[in-house]
């Protein structure tokens, strides 16, 4: 029987793993931007630091990302 | 000659600019886009009998009508209509890059990828089949490296063709998928109906994708009731279908496009790419590491400015001395002597004062262009992120306030990296609180007159500390009340560590440069000239000087001049802080640029005629004030009225004149109240 992942924030994520992004729970403008720059449904994100306090560095489509915390809140993976 | 205009695009950090400079060398004019802070750059080159015009469209991450940024560069290429528009990419990034090329496709203008960084991208191991891509993508693509100039007659030969054949039908288009398609052809053909000089302007496709993304720009553009009606219809009817917005679902579709076309045309043969970049990043960024190595970096970058800079600064001050000295000499006798004092007095001392600094500032400026250039700067940010938080402001402020401390013209030009305006507000009020390179001149005297060794350090490193920490303070009380508001969520891209190039830096350091030099050669000219004449009439009747010492006359003279009448005018209110009217004339003379404060304090202690028996200014001022009284006009200086060139900065960048008074009579208001506790409290002991 296959293990379903929970599908939690990315801020929860701990430093070194692998997620998919499920959707991002913010504004249309926030929720653009981020689509910009590569963060999409079914995207792999690949936490490169999740310590705290401070914020967050992702690496998504081969472009290392640093996020704030509110926003890590936000986007939603699996 | 035939002319062909380019718009140059691409995302930030691609090395957009480094192509630009490549193709357009020094032929380049930077300006304003009409209404906004945005730099509007153009540069021009030949290439086979056309004259070629290549217009630096501002690096985004996308053309939605979100920021000015984007707005402005997608403005430029639908409505100025270029003949073709160079998409610059990350090779090494290509799939996250294009993501920008897709909006351009769908703007039906004809296209060039230039795919710069191909150095990288062959070091990392991918293999491009470029006809295919090309094939898949419409349009021509030129491998480019552009901070090593390699690939731009490539590039100017594409641009050439391809401005030639004109525009041609697509075959592959961007496609949405089924539902959304059907959906576009509804709003498509609705606004093909309804809204006719739209359709001529943008065509109809490009029109129905930015209505169903709920583009804020066409929108306001729409006018017929029935289009937004429809256009309202879709986006519900596709809500209940993929349970998100069509905006959303559109952009995955785009990045779906974009993935397919690269699995077929490029190959990846090594795995690991971004292994040494974390290592560096994992010590760098560390939350017990990263501070402290960052203050160590701080710390060498002033240590080195300081130290290096003395040589250069030496030199340059004994030239400026030996050409005053020189004009002195041999002036013609009895001729003109208000000229002679004009020249040496006025300009060279005024002048020269400011230059003499150009050998620390450049080095400064240097350091931070490496910095930047390796990509250490986004890291520091990361690290600087977290006090900066607890000020209200964003750790891409210090940037701009590390600047400040060289200069604080370019500084606040530097705040434009800033989104969030609250922020950016903040920020520029309290760039001149980091100590600039100009006041340092006024330590430089006062400091060794003053204090002796071993406290000059110390209170060298007093007075900086304190302009930081007011920084801090004024910084915290702005972002609670006059500037309250969220910070922007925080996003920024860390570009990969780069080995900067000479070129690269140099380029660098010299716009910013040239900022100060600019601001030497005219303002403070200007200034200085003035602040002469005003020092020097009216000159008292000759006998009232007659009975008179030199000494005496030169105070007299001084004293029935505007500047002296300025200062005594001040003096009751100036008191309080330890001044005198002497000191008070100074200032009022550093007004338009603070590097006048020293020259003008020379002036009020030697007007007139050089004296070999006059006693340097050093010694004078000791003689004259108490160590208090120094220290106090030093913090006075840090903290009040920043120089009439930062002023119209600020107007500049924030687009008011409220502010940038409110900054002016700010600054020194709190300088008045602060110099006026310590001085007070001081004399005490």
């Not at chain 2, 020269?352 to 520091?380: C, H, K, Q, T, W």
């Not at chain 2, 200085?528 to 000759?542: D, G």
């Not at chain 2, 220290?631 to 060139?645: K, W």
Request: aromatic share 8%.
């Amino acid at each position: 029987m296959k293990v379903e992942e929970q599908i939690r924030p990315l801020s929860s994520v701990k430093t070194g793993k692998k997620v998919l992004l499920v959707r991002v729970n913010a504004g249309r403008g926030l929720n653009s931007r981020l689509a910009s720059m590569g963060l999409v449904a079914n995207t792999e994100i690949r936490v490169v630091s999740n310590s705290h306090p401070g914020p967050f560095v992702i690496i998504v489509k081969d472009t290392r990302v640093m996020l704030g915390r509110g926003m890590a809140h936000k986007i939603m993976v699996k | 000659m035939k002319q062909i205009t380019v718009a140059l695009a691409g995302n930030p950090n691609c090395g957009k600019s480094s192509i630009f400079n490549m193709l357009t060398g020094a032929r380049q004019h930077v300006g304003n886009y009409p209404g906004v802070t945005v730099e509007k750059k153009e540069g021009y080159c030949t290439h086979k009998d056309y004259a070629i015009t290549i217009v630096d469209l501002p690096g985004t991450y996308s053309l939605t009508a979100y920021s000015t940024e984007e707005l402005i560069a997608r403005r430029f290429i639908l409505e100025e209509s270029p003949d073709l528009v160079v998409d610059v990419v990350d090779a090494s990034n290509i799939e996250r890059n294009l993501y920008l090329g897709t909006q351009i496709i769908e703007m039906n203008v004809p296209l060039i990828f230039a795919f710069n960084m191909s150095d990288v991208a062959k070091r990392r191991g991918l293999e491009f089949d470029l006809e295919q891509l090309s094939r898949l993508l419409e349009a021509r693509i030129v491998p480019t490296v552009g901070n090593k100039g390699q690939g731009g007659p490539a590039l100017l030969d594409a641009i050439v063709q391809t401005a030639t054949e004109g525009r041609k039908a697509r075959t592959h288009k961007v496609t949405y998928g089924s539902e959304i398609e059907e959906e576009l052809a509804k709003i498509g053909q609705c606004v093909r109906d309804r809204e006719k000089p739209l359709t001529e302007k943008y065509g109809a496709r490009w029109l129905a994708v930015k209505l169903l993304e709920q583009d804020r720009d066409v929108i306001e553009k729409t006018q017929a009731p029935e289009v937004l009606q429809v256009v309202n219809r879709s986006i519900e009817h596709l809500r209940t279908i993929f349970h998100d917005e069509a905006e959303i679902v559109m952009a995955d579709r785009r990045y779906g496009l974009i993935s397919g076309a690269c699995q077929e045309t490029i190959r990846s043969s090594v795995e690991l790419r971004h292994d040494t970049s974390d290592t560096i990043d994992a010590v760098v960024t560390n939350r017990i590491l990263g501070l402290p190595i960052f203050l160590a970096l701080m710390y060498a970058v002033f240590f080195l400015t300081f130290t290096l800079g003395k040589y250069p600064m030496g030199w340059l001050e004994t030239l400026f001395g030996w050409t005053g000295a020189a004009i002195a000499q041999h002036w013609p006798a009895d001729s003109a002597l208000w000229l002679r004092s004009l020249v040496v007095d006025g300009i060279i001392g005024g002048v020269g004062g400011v230059l003499v600094f150009l050998p620390n500032i450049l080095i400064l400026f240097m350091a931070i262009a490496l910095l930047e250039d390796s990509g250490y700067m986004a890291r520091a940010a990361f690290v600087m992120d977290r006090i900066m938080h607890k000020i209200g402001l964003h750790g891409k402020s210090f940037i701009p306030m590390l600047i400040g401390f060289g200069c604080s013209v370019p500084a606040i030009m530097g705040t434009r990296i800033l989104e969030n305006r609250r922020s950016r507000l903040t920020t520029i009020m309290v760039i001149p609180l980091m100590s600039c390179g100009a006041r340092l001149t006024i330590y430089s005297l006062f400091i060794p007159a003053f204090f002796a060794q071993p406290w000059r350090g110390p209170v060298l490193w007093i007075i900086y500390l304190t302009g930081i920490v007011l920084g801090i303070v004024a910084a915290k009380v702005l972002r609670l009340t006059l500037f309250k508001g969220e910070t922007t969520p925080f996003v920024m891209e860390l570009p990969p560590y780069r080995m900067p190039t000479a070129k690269g830096i140099f380029i660098h350091t010299w716009q910013r440069g040239w900022m100060y030099l600019r601001k030497a050669g005219t303002i403070i000219l200007a200034a200085s000239v003035i602040l002469w004449a005003l020092a020097n009439f009216p000159k008292p009747a000759p006998d009232t000087l007659a009975s008179l010492s030199a000494e005496q006359a030169k105070q007299t003279s001084l004293a029935h001049s505007v500047v002296g009448r300025l200062g005594r005018a001040i003096e009751p209110a100036i008191k309080p802080l330890g001044f005198d009217w002497k000191i008070g004339t100074a200032l009022i003379g550093a007004l338009p640029a603070k590097e006048l404060f020293v020259s003008q304090m020379g002036i009020v202690y030697a007007v007139g005629e050089p004296d070999e028996s006059t006693s340097t200014l050093s010694e004078r001022l000791r003689a004259a004030y108490t160590p208090l009284t120094g220290f106090c006009v030093m913090l006075f200086c840090l903290i009040s009225a920043p120089c009439i060139a930062t002023i119209a900065m600020t107007r500049q960048e924030t687009q008011s004149w409220a502010w940038a008074l409110f900054q002016f009579f700010g600054l020194t208001a709190l300088a008045y109240v602060i110099t006026l506790l310590v001085y007070q409290i001081g004399n005490l002991f």
